[in-house]
Each structure stands twice: as structure tokens, then as C-alpha cells.
């Protein structure tokens, strides 16, 4: 069981990682190469499907991630420690964002595109500048889970 757990977890949060990955390496670099119109129609879609999906991703992944954390126990060493420290990253992460992305995001989503708020360009650049350090934060986290749980599966296969 602890094998599909984790296997679950990784993939989880992997997938997740990974789309906040694309979007600050791909998705909003190419919407800033579009028409200010354009930009605004797009990024304001975009901010109000990602605002509403990516707080349960976030959710579950931390969940499973406290769950791998109490099947690699103890936390005070080894895999446990790297799985819970991951946990802790991960909150962090939900933390700045809350307190610093979802405002931003929030008046994008809510904006007029046919008729933009005076600074929402500013807004975005701060958006994307924010973005990439909850990026960075979540890299570090997934990679104290997967060197966690690797970590934890060492036992030959039979």
C-alpha cells in the first residue's frame, strides 16, 4: 500500500509542480508577446479557471503529502524528515500564496477585459514576479518529497 501511496503523492504533486512550472516558464511569457487586449481576455480566463482548481490541487497534495509524512515516520530522520520538511514547504507555499498571489489574481479574474483596471499590466508583472518564487519554493519541496520517498522505498523489489 505505502508503495501506491507514494507513487499517488508524487504524482500529485509532481503534476502540480509541474503546471506552475509552465505557466511561469511558458504560458505567461507568451501572453505578455500578445495585443493588451488580447492579454487581458486571456490572463483574466485564465485567473478565474486556475484561481478555482488550484486551491484543491494544492489541498490535496498537502494531504497526501502529511500522509506520506506519517508512513515514513519518525519525522526527527531520514525519509521522514525530508517527506515532513516538504510538508512544511508546501505550506509555506500556500501561505505566501494566500497573502500575495490570490489578491492579484483575484482582481484579474474579476476584471472587465473589454474595459481593464489602470495598473492590471503592473499587476501582472508583480504577479508573475511573485509566481516564480512560489515556483522555486515548490521545486525545493518536491524534491525533499521524491529524495524522501525514494528514500523510504529502498527495499529490493521481489
Not at 505566501?96 to 499590466?121: G, Q, S
Request: hydrophobic share 55%.
Amino acid at each position: 500500500m505505502t508503495i501506491v501511496y507514494d507513487i499517488t503523492t508524487a504524482a500529485v504533486a509532481g503534476t502540480m509542480v509541474g503546471n506552475e512550472f509552465a505557466v511561469a516558464a511558458f504560458v505567461h511569457p507568451q501572453l505578455r508577446k500578445l495585443s493588451n487586449d488580447v492579454h487581458a481576455k486571456t490572463a483574466a480566463l485564465l485567473a478565474g479557471v486556475l484561481g478555482k482548481a488550484m486551491p484543491l490541487w494544492y489541498g490535496l497534495a498537502f494531504l497526501l503529502i502529511l500522509g506520506a509524512a506519517y508512513e515514513h515516520r519518525p519525522l526527527s530522520n531520514g525519509s521522514g524528515l525530508l517527506i515532513a520538511s516538504a510538508g512544511a514547504l508546501w505550506v509555506v507555499t500556500i501561505v505566501f500564496t494566500i497573502t500575495m498571489l490570490v489578491p492579484i489574481n483575484n482582481r484579474i479574474a474579476k476584471m472587465d477585459p473589454e474595459h481593464p483596471y489602470d495598473c492590471w499590466l503592473q499587476d501582472r508583472c508583480r504577479w508573475d514576479k511573485l509566481h516564480q518564487t512560489r515556483v522555486l519554493l515548490l521545486i525545493m519541496a518536491l524534491l525533499l518529497l521524491l529524495t524522501g520517498l525514494i528514500g523510504g522505498n529502498t527495499a529490493p523489489i521481489t
